[in-house]
C-alpha cells in the first residue's frame, strides 16, 4: 500500500468488481401477494437463450461511489483490492480513465479480481456475488481526507474495518459515511457497531434499515430514529421508487425521486448514486437539504444506462437538471 501526502476530499473504501450483464428474455417474476418479495424464474435443466451480455469493469458500491464524486469536481480516490489478472487490470484502467486515484489500490498475487454475474430482465437485476477473501491491510495516509466513504467488503473483513475504524479516530477533520454491504449487513449491528458509531451519515434501504434494526417495523420515522440511536448525526434510507428519507435528529425530511427522463432501463447503482451524490455535494459545501436533492438526479440519470456508472452525471449537468426541475421535485418536512 502506497502512502501519499496529497489531501484528497473523497476516499472510497470497499471491494471492486467486474460484473457481466445478462439480458434474459425467456423468465418470469413470482412475488408474494403478503410481502415484498419476488423471486426469478427460469426453466430448470433446460438451454435458455439470452438476448445480450454487456461486460461492466471497475464496478462496485465503493467504485461507483470514488466514480461519482470525481464527475462532480472533487478530487476522489479508492482504496480497494484486485487481483493479478487481466480483469484487475481492466478495473485499474477504468480508474483512471475516470479520473479516480489508485494511490491505494493493491494487486495481491494469487488472488482472483472480484467477478459477480448480474441477471438483467426487464428493468430490475439479481446480482450473484462472490467476494474474494483478500489480505486486507489498512492503508498508510498521511494526509486525511475530508470523507471516507466506507461500503462493501468481503465477509473476512472485520478486523481491517476496525483498524479503519481506529485510524478514523486519528482525523477530527475527516467525515465517514458508511453504506453496509451484504456481509456488513449480516455481520450485525453490534458487529459493526464502531461503524455506526463513528458515522457522520450512514445510508440503507427501508428492508436493510429493518434488518439492521432486527425489527418489522413500518414506520419510516421510527426507523430513522433506530438508525441515529446507533451513533450516526444523520441517517438517510430510500425506499426505492418512492423516494428517499432523512433525519438530523431535529427535522425528518423527504426527497422525491427525481422525475426519470425515459423509461428506467436498468436499475443497478441508483442506490450508489444517491448515496456518493448526497456525500459528494456535502463535500462541496452543500447544506443536508441541498445534498439530498442532488441524490436522485444522478440516480435518476444512471438507471437511464446499463450499468452503475454509464449515466453518471458531470456537476454542470447535474445543476441544469435542478433548474429544469419542476416546481413538486422539493423537500418536505415530514
Given amino acids: 500500500m502506497n502512502t501519499m501526502n496529497t489531501s484528497i476530499d473523497f476516499l472510497a473504501v470497499g471491494d471492486i468488481v467486474t460484473e457481466p450483464f445478462i439480458r434474459l428474455k425467456d423468465a418470469h417474476v413470482n412475488c408474494r401477494i403478503d410481502t415484498n418479495s419476488c423471486e426469478i424464474c427460469m426453466r430448470w435443466g433446460d438451454k435458455i437463450p439470452y438476448e445480450s451480455a454487456t461486460l461492466c469493469a471497475g464496478v462496485g458500491n465503493a467504485s461507483n461511489a470514488a466514480v461519482a464524486a470525481a464527475r462532480l469536481g472533487l478530487s476522489s480516490s479508492l482504496c480497494a483490492y484486485v487481483g493479478e489478472d487481466r480483469y484487475g487490470e481492466e478495473c485499474l484502467d477504468v480508474l483512471k480513465n475516470e479520473h479516480v486515484g489508485t494511490e491505494y489500490m493493491v494487486v495481491e498475487m494469487g488472488k482472483k479480481t472480484n467477478y459477480h454475474y448480474v441477471l438483467w430482465?426487464?428493468?430490475?437485476?439479481?446480482?450473484?456475488?462472490?467476494?474474494?477473501?483478500?489480505?486486507?491491510?489498512?492503508?498508510?495516509?498521511?494526509?486525511?481526507?475530508?470523507?471516507?466513504?466506507?461500503?462493501?467488503?468481503?465477509?473476512?473483513?472485520?478486523?481491517?474495518?476496525?483498524?479503519?475504524?481506529?485510524?478514523?479516530?486519528?482525523?477530527?477533520?475527516?467525515?465517514?459515511?458508511?453504506?453496509?454491504?451484504?456481509?456488513?449487513?449480516?455481520?450485525?449491528?453490534?458487529?459493526?457497531?464502531?461503524?455506526?458509531?463513528?458515522?457522520?451519515?450512514?445510508?440503507?434501504?427501508?428492508?436493510?434499515?429493518?434488518?439492521?434494526?432486527?425489527?418489522?417495523?413500518?414506520?419510516?420515522?421510527?426507523?430513522?430514529?433506530?438508525?441515529?440511536?446507533?451513533?450516526?448525526?444523520?441517517?438517510?434510507?430510500?425506499?426505492?421508487?418512492?423516494?428517499?428519507?432523512?433525519?438530523?435528529?431535529?427535522?425528518?425530511?423527504?426527497?422525491?425521486?427525481?422525475p426519470d427522463v425515459n423509461s428506467p432501463y436498468e436499475r443497478t447503482g441508483a442506490g450508489d448514486a444517491f448515496a456518493s451524490t448526497v456525500v459528494s455535494a456535502l463535500a462541496l459545501g452543500k447544506t443536508l437539504e441541498e445534498a439530498l436533492l442532488w441524490g436522485p438526479i444522478n440516480s435518476m440519470s444512471v438507471v437511464q444506462e446499463v450499468g452503475a456508472q454509464k449515466g453518471l452525471l458531470s456537476r454542470e449537468k447535474l445543476e441544469q437538471y435542478l433548474l429544469d426541475a419542476p416546481s413538486t421535485y422539493s423537500l418536505t418536512v415530514i
Avoid at 464502531?194 to 440503507?204: G, H, R, T
Fill in 121 to 258: 430482465y426487464e428493468n430490475e437485476r439479481t446480482i450473484l456475488v462472490n467476494h474474494e477473501l483478500f489480505t486486507y491491510t489498512v492503508p498508510k495516509v498521511t494526509t486525511p481526507p475530508k470523507w471516507l466513504y466506507l461500503t462493501s467488503l468481503a465477509a473476512n473483513s472485520l478486523p481491517y474495518q476496525e483498524a479503519l475504524v481506529s485510524l478514523f479516530s486519528t482525523w477530527p477533520e475527516t467525515r465517514l459515511a458508511f453504506q453496509p454491504g451484504t456481509f456488513q449487513l449480516q455481520a450485525g449491528k453490534e458487529v459493526c457497531a464502531s461503524l455506526y458509531k463513528n458515522s457522520y451519515i450512514v445510508f440503507c434501504n427501508k428492508e436493510e434499515a429493518q434488518k439492521i434494526l432486527g425489527t418489522e417495523e413500518m414506520d419510516i420515522k421510527l426507523l430513522l430514529s433506530g438508525m441515529r440511536e446507533l451513533g450516526p448525526t444523520v441517517s438517510v434510507i430510500t425506499e426505492g421508487s418512492k423516494g428517499a428519507y432523512a433525519s438530523d435528529g431535529e427535522h425528518v425530511w423527504f426527497v422525491p425521486m427525481y
